[in-house]
Nanobody, 124 residues
Framework: QVQLVESGGGLVQAGGSLRLSCAAS????????MGWFRQAPGKEREFVAA????????RYADYAKGRFTISRDNAKNTLYLQMNSLKPEDTAAYYC?????????????????WGQGTQVTVSS
């Protein structure tokens, strides 16, 4: 199985930027489709962005388009989420996830490996 560990979260002012990282081990990371999800207190976990196994195709939630960029470095077994122009409503725990077929996946139920999450807090 693939083990995933997120890092890079923290406290940032509105309009600022953060880059989240997700380090993978124990599996074939380069063959997995990857995604980022987020969950605020009292809310359902929601899709943020996804990327295919090769990094050739990406997809974003509407609120993330133009502000967030998902990328991966398969040689380093690492997934990234660059977040710019952050807003207070972006405050949430952010999770990386893997699906085994290398696909561009939006549906949360198709991901079978998850990290523990990293907290992002955006102040106004």
């Amino acid at each position: 199985q693939v083990q995933l560990v997120e890092s890079g979260g923290g406290l940032v002012q509105a309009g600022g930027s953060l880059r989240l990282s997700c380090a993978a081990s124990g599996g074939t990371f380069r063959m997995c489709g990857m995604g980022w999800f987020r969950q605020a207190p009292g809310k359902e976990r929601e899709f943020v962005a996804a990327i295919t196994w090769s990094g050739s195709f990406t997809r974003y939630a509407d609120y993330a388009k133009g502000r967030f960029t998902i990328s991966r470095d398969n040689a380093k077994n690492t997934l990234y989420l660059q977040m710019n122009s952050l807003k207070p409503e972006d405050t949430a725990a952010y999770y990386c996830a893997a699906e085994p077929h290398g696909r561009l996946v939006v549906d949360i139920v198709e991901y079978n490996h998850w990290g523990q999450g990293t907290q992002v807090t955006v102040s106004s």
